[in-house]
C-alpha cells in the first residue's frame, strides 16, 4: 500500500486557514467536571486543559473516566457540575451533541463506522453533505476545488490508491483511517480518537502514528489510548485519569515512573 503518511514533506493536511484566528491558547478546558451515575462518580471534578494545536494522549484504567470525558466534551452526557469550556469562551455543556459537532468538535469511536456498500471517495463525500456546518459554503464552490480538498484527504489518510474500492473490502485499520479521513472532510478543530490502534497490525501502527501526527500539525487531537507503546511512539504530552480525576500528567517517561501511576495503572 502507499504510504502518503511517512514523508513529513508530503501532501498537506486539509487546512483551517479560513477559520478566523483566536487569541485563546487553549482549545479545551475542563474546569472542575464531575458525573455521578446511579451513586459511582464517574468523573470527580476533572480538571484539564489542551492548548490549540495540541496533541493530548489520554491513558488510565478501566472506570477512570476516558469515555465519559469524551462524552461530557461531544454533548452525549450532561455533567453535574463544572464547565467545558471550547476556543476559551463556548461552554459545551450548554449545548446538544449536533450543535457542539457544527462548532467544530469531531469525535471518532474505537470501533470503526463506515459505509461498507459505498468506495472510500464516496464515503468522504457522504460526510462532506452530511456536516451543515460545510455543506452550505464548500458546495457553493466549484466542483474542482471540492474535489481537491476531498484529494487532500485521501492522500492524507494514505487510501488514494483505494478511493473506489468498496469501503467493505478495506482492512480494519484502513476502515480506521477511513473514519477519521471523514471527520477530517468535516474540518474539526478538535479531533477526539478513542483507541485507534485496537486490532492493527503493527504496520498499520506505525503508519496511524505518523498520520496522528500529520493532522495535529493544524488542529488538536485528543487520543484515548491503552496501547503504552504507542503512547510513546506519540511521542506527546499524556494525561493518566484515575477515578474520574488527573492522577498524573507529562511525558510518557515521567507518568510511567511516577509511583502512584505504577501503583493504580501499570500494576506493580
Known amino acids: 500500500m502507499k504510504n502518503a503518511l511517512s514523508n513529513r514533506g508530503g501532501p498537506a493536511v486539509p487546512s483551517r486557514k479560513e477559520k478566523q484566528p483566536n487569541t485563546h491558547s487553549s482549545i479545551l ?4 467536571v464531575s458525573v455521578t451515575f446511579d451513586g459511582f462518580k464517574a468523573l470527580s471534578e476533572l480538571s484539564l486543559v489542551v492548548e490549540k494545536g495540541e496533541m493530548r494522549a489520554v491513558i488510565g484504567p478501566n472506570g477512570a473516566g476516558k469515555t465519559t470525558m469524551m462524552d461530557v466534551v461531544s454533548g452525549r452526557t450532561r455533567p453535574d457540575q463544572g464547565r467545558a469550556i471550547f476556543n476559551g469562551t463556548i461552554d459545551l455543556t450548554k449545548l446538544d451533541e449536533a450543535s457542539i459537532a457544527e462548532l467544530g468538535i469531531g469525535r471518532k469511536f474505537q470501533k470503526p463506522t463506515v459505509f461498507e456498500n459505498q468506495t472510500v471517495y464516496q464515503n468522504l463525500q457522504l460526510a ?5 456546518k460545510v455543506f ?3 458546495f457553493r464552490r466549484p466542483m474542482p476545488e471540492r474535489n481537491q480538498r476531498l484529494q487532500e484527504v485521501l492522500e492524507v489518510i ?3 490508491d483505494h478511493r473506489d474500492l468498496q469501503a467493505g473490502s478495506l482492512s480494519h485499520g484502513q476502515k480506521q483511517w477511513l473514519e477519521i479521513g471523514m471527520l477530517l472532510a468535516q474540518d474539526p478543530e478538535l479531533l477526539m480518537i478513542d483507541e485507534p490502534v485496537a486490532g492493527m497490525t503493527d504496520l498499520e501502527t506505525e503508519q496511524t502514528v505518523e498520520l496522528l501526527r500529520r493532522i495535529s500539525s493544524n488542529r488538536s487531537v485528543l487520543v484515548v489510548e491503552h496501547d503504552m507503546e504507542f503512547v510513546r511512539a506519540l511521542d506527546t504530552k499524556v494525561t493518566v485519569l484515575h477515578e474520574g480525576a488527573v492522577l498524573a500528567e507529562g511525558s510518557i517517561d515521567f507518568v510511567q515512573n511516577n509511583e502512584r501511576v505504577i501503583e493504580v495503572y501499570l500494576g506493580r
Open 136 to 138: 452550505p459554503t464548500l
Open 128 to 132: 462532506l453533505k452530511a456536516d451543515r
Open 158 to 160: 494514505a487510501l488514494d
Open 29 to 32: 478546558y475542563l474546569d472542575g
